[in-house]
């Protein structure tokens, strides 16, 4: 049964953090990189493999496990096959596995297809969204994936103000208004994988990817709308290495009305120093665009080589284009605790940096985070704190088409720059099938204003260019308009079906700000029925 090339994970919070669960409690010494996200589909067996000695403390614990298992049926080992729930039925090809609403299985070909349908309604907002799920495999070299959605939704006041600033919506692209007050917009991805040799998967299509173990990620997020690219995976040892070639949009609504190409190359290696407990990772990322008319067109090819240090090629090539390095770890201890962390460094003067005269070109960001599952030996009691903290000017450039962003929205963190955040998650399942999930957001950032007529960048912006900065020393994290976000999002989740949720969610967000920026207060009641598809997103 089991099949050798399957198309990834789909992101998801509420599975990941399953899977994110067991690899940290696993007895085994896991051959997965927890650090890039989606993850292969052919190594939840070792997620499963791993805890099999403990795998019944808990009955949620078992319910997750079976979970697991009939989700990705169609690559488990045969002798995990007698735990499927397998349907006997004279249709045997709908619902012939638990969570697979149609599926084909035979030796050489592989096809499940689901749907997926999310309806919720508040006393600031509704979601009407419909969709299609496609994967599967053909032979033992090569899968696919597809996923397509309908949407209509009414958002709450604080963001109904961004969409008409930045004239899109946060993971998606061109709107429409529908009715009174909502807005309509259609949602497409989908890839082609494939077995190049035995250590290397290549991945090409348009969709989403993550670097990090942390709720954010400072070095690449999948907050911000699918892109084209090209992902070549090599895992050798206790090596994982990612090359990533990226087209993405410089999109700017209502300030420009401009709609133009640019492209990433961005490498990442991450080093297994422990198996399955400690792994350090180093990354380094060029975003480019080749728009003046005296420059070559399209993609640079020198940033195709996927061996070198970018900043030598982007040397060679005498060129400005925005490069970032950085690093990330992530430390498995103490049999349920999990310590992360991640650095940016964008630009940075040496002198300055010494002499800590906080010059703006000193540009850097910082994340750290702890998981602690079994809280106090409470089961399915899970705590994660984090911390992050972003210089005014990260991600942004000289030349507004050369930021880290993707039509319109930050690749990396939803608030740009120029900002420090505190969050808590506690998740709890009391029961197999109950979720009782609490987040807490604290963001301090500054904002730009007005000072003499002009409006003055203070580095929270990415879509701005530097050259409008008030100074040049001095620079501090919230100059600017200083903004204080709060966000306490409170979720229940009963799942009737296998990813079929019955969610009632309260959210309340307060913004307060120096003036000229108003102060905003938002509370939601929210209920809802959504079936393989996560919840919204109130986090920022």
């Avoid at 709308?225 to 992902?231: A, G, I, P, S």
């Avoid at 240090?309 to 049999?335: C, M, P, Q, V």
């Amino acid at each position: 049964m089991a099949r050798s090339q399957q198309p990834l994970l789909t992101l998801n919070e509420e599975y990941y953090h399953l899977v994110d669960r067991y690899a940290i409690l696993s007895d085994d010494t896991l051959n997965l990189c927890t650090s890039i996200k989606p993850f292969r589909r052919n190594q939840i067996p070792n997620v499963i493999n791993g805890n099999i000695q403990s795998r019944f403390f808990s009955s949620a614990d078992g319910f997750n496990f079976n979970i697991l298992e009939n989700d990705n049926w169609n690559i488990l080992p045969a002798e995990n096959a007698s735990l499927l729930n397998i349907n006997r039925a004279k249709w045997k090809n709908f619902y012939q596995f638990k969570g697979s609403f149609f599926s084909v299985n035979q030796p050489d070909f592989n096809l499940i297809v689901n749907p997926a349908l999310a309806f919720a309604t508040s006393n600031d907002g509704w979601r009407n969204t419909r969709g299609l799920e496609l994967r599967g495999s053909i032979g033992n070299r090569v899968g696919f994936y597809s996923f397509v959605s309908e949407n209509q939704l009414k958002f709450p006041d604080y963001l109904e103000s961004e969409i008409e600033t930045l004239g899109v919506v946060r993971g998606t692209g061109f709107i429409k208004t529908f009715g009174n007050s909502g807005y309509d917009f259609f949602n497409a991805q989908g890839y082609v994988t494939f077995r190049a040799t035995d250590f290397i998967q290549v991945q090409f299509g348009h969709d989403k990817n993550f670097i990090g173990n942390g709720y954010r990620s400072l070095i690449l997020s999948d907050i911000g709308k699918e892109n084209l690219f090209l992902k070549l995976h090599t895992q050798v040892w206790r090596f994982n290495y990612i090359n990533l070639f990226s087209e993405l949009t410089d999109f700017e609504s209502n300030r420009a009305p401009k709609q133009q190409k640019k492209y990433s190359a961005f490498h990442y290696l991450n080093f297994n120093i422990i198996p399955g407990k400690l792994d350090v990772g180093v990354f380094e990322n060029i975003v480019f665009a080749r728009n003046d008319s005296n420059q070559q067109q399209g993609y640079e090819i020198g940033y195709l080589n996927p061996i070198i240090f970018y900043r030598a090629a982007e040397h060679s090539l005498n060129s400005t284009d925005n490069s970032l390095i950085g690093l990330d770890a992530k430390w498995n201890f103490a049999k349920g605790f999990s310590l992360y962390s991640q650095f940016i460094l964008d630009e940075f003067h040496k002198n300055e940096l010494i002499n800590r005269t906080g010059s703006w070109v000193n540009k850097w960001a910082f994340q750290a985070g702890l998981k602690y599952l079994n809280v106090a030996n409470v089961k399915n009691l899970d705590l994660q704190v984090e911390t992050n903290i972003v210089r005014p000017y990260v991600y942004s450039h000289l030349k507004t088409d050369q930021s880290w962003s993707h039509f319109g929205q930050p690749l990396a963190h939803p608030m740009g720059a120029n900002f420090k955040e505190m969050l808590g998650i506690i998740r709890y399942q009391p029961t197999p099938r109950i979720n009782l999930v609490a987040k807490y957001f604290n963001i301090s950032h500054g904002a730009d204003s007005l000072l003499v007529g002009q409006t003055a960048h203070f580095g929270g912006n990415i879509l701005a260019d530097y050259n409008n900065r008030p100074k040049e020393d001095g620079i501090k994290i919230g100059d600017g308009v200083k903004r204080v976000t709060q966000v306490v999002d409170l979720t229940l989740s009963y799942q009737l079906y296998m990813r079929t949720f019955l969610d009632i969610r309260f959210v309340l967000r307060e913004s307060t700000s120096d003036t000229p920026l108003p102060s905003q207060s938002t509370s939601l009641f929210i209920a809802g029925l959504r079936m393989n598809l996560a919840g919204q997103r109130f986090d920022y």
